[in-house]
């Protein structure tokens, strides 16, 4: 573990989070690429790495570079990811994967072409206590689930030109905040047999916000709620025939829950104890499947992200919301 070469692509704010968290945890940074040559320094420097590229292009040609995380606005995620891969290099890409699941399509079908990791950097996914709720839920801690509960909702900036409100840049709730319940449904329910939503636009023609209901074979149900312009509760709760998981404000960043059983009582109360924000967990992962050879990917499978995007483009066609910029 540890033993690759990272490279940063893009300077903005996750890019600073993810690549604090390497650092702080023992992997190897040396390199980053800008739109800028002064943003690229300026993060070189920050965070003492070697090289500082003044494009996106030439980080991925840097042969000092195993692997490239892409933290650019959604739009840029798959063009990103194309340009790593066609380097031969293994990529980790924010979440959203990409723009729409044909985006997402195009980007795990080259990194099989080429033998490379495309790992999605949804880092909730690979935290301990999703960890141990995934082994709860699976083992029938809390019998046949039946319904989750989740909302991501924020007080985010107004800026209309500002990635998150701007359409140019893949603005939205759902894309940037509803994907963490959405992702959360699919780890824990699978496939949904219908997808239901309703959602209220900016000015600026994108979600502000936007509930939806997914419904699964067996007639469980996920009921999730994102908004980009409310500062709510932020927490999740799994019900099923035997008790129940809920899990803490905020629930997709390392947290505590308590398991209930049928009777209300407590039975585990979980505690995270992580080093700074919790994206190492992601590297980690992205770095072993590439020492097991592309072997398997329980946690978030490349062809799980782009089932997540299906339903998001779903979600997106019953909103009427599309992207100048999808291809
Ligand atoms: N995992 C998480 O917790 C988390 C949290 C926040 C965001 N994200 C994801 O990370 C991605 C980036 O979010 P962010 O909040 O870091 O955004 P940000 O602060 O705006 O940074 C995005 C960076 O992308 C590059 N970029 C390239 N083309 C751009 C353009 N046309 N406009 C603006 N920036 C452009 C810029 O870097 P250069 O100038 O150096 O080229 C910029 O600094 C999003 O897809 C988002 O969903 C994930």
């Keep these: 573990m540890g033993s690759l070469r990272w490279g940063i692509l893009g300077t903005g704010g ?9 650092l702080a945890n023992g992997f190897t940074v040396t390199a980053v690429g800008s739109r800028s040559q002064a943003s690229a320094d300026r993060f070189a420097a920050e965070f003492g790495i070697p090289t500082a590229h003044a494009s996106y292009e030439a980080l991925a040609q840097d042969d000092r570079v195993d692997v490239i995380y892409v933290s650019t606005p959604h739009p840029l995620h798959a063009p990103n990811a194309l340009l790593a891969l066609d380097a031969g290099k293994h990529v980790l890409v924010e979440k959203p994967f990409a723009l729409n699941a044909r985006e997402a399509d195009a980007v795990v079908g080259r990194a099989a072409e080429k033998g490379l990791v495309v790992l999605e950097a949804m880092w909730t996914r690979f935290l301990p206590h999703m960890n141990r709720i995934r082994d709860i839920v699976r083992s029938g801690g809390i019998g046949e689930v039946r319904t989750l509960i989740s909302d991501h909702t924020q007080l985010l900036s107004d800026d209309p030109l500002g990635r998150l409100r701007n359409p140019l840049l ?44 997914l419904d699964y074979p067996e007639g469980a149900q996920a009921v999730l709620l994102t908004a980009l312009d409310e500062p709510g509760p932020n927490r999740s709760t799994v019900i099923g025939t035997r008790g129940r998981i809920d899990i803490d404000s905020v629930w997709y960043t390392p947290t505590s829950f308590t398991v209930f059983d049928a009777a209300g009582a407590p039975t585990e109360h979980y505690s995270s104890d992580v080093v700074g924000r919790g994206m190492q967990f992601q590297a980690w992962e992205l770095e072993r499947l590439v020492a097991e050879g592309a072997g398997p990917n329980d946690v978030l499978p490349p062809a799980q992200s782009i089932r997540i995007m299906e339903t998001l483009d779903e979600v997106r066609r019953q909103l009427g919301l599309s992207y100048p910029a999808e291809s």
Excluded: C, E, N
């Design 170 to 213: 893949g603005g939205g709730a759902l894309l940037d905040l509803g994907i963490y319940p959405v992702s959360f449904a699919w780890d824990v329910f699978g496939a949904p047999s219908k997808v239901f939503a309703s959602g209220t636009m900016t000015q600026t023609g994108v979600d502000r916000q936007t509930a939806m209901i």
């Design 14 to 22: 996750i890019a600073h989070a993810q690549t604090a968290d390497l």
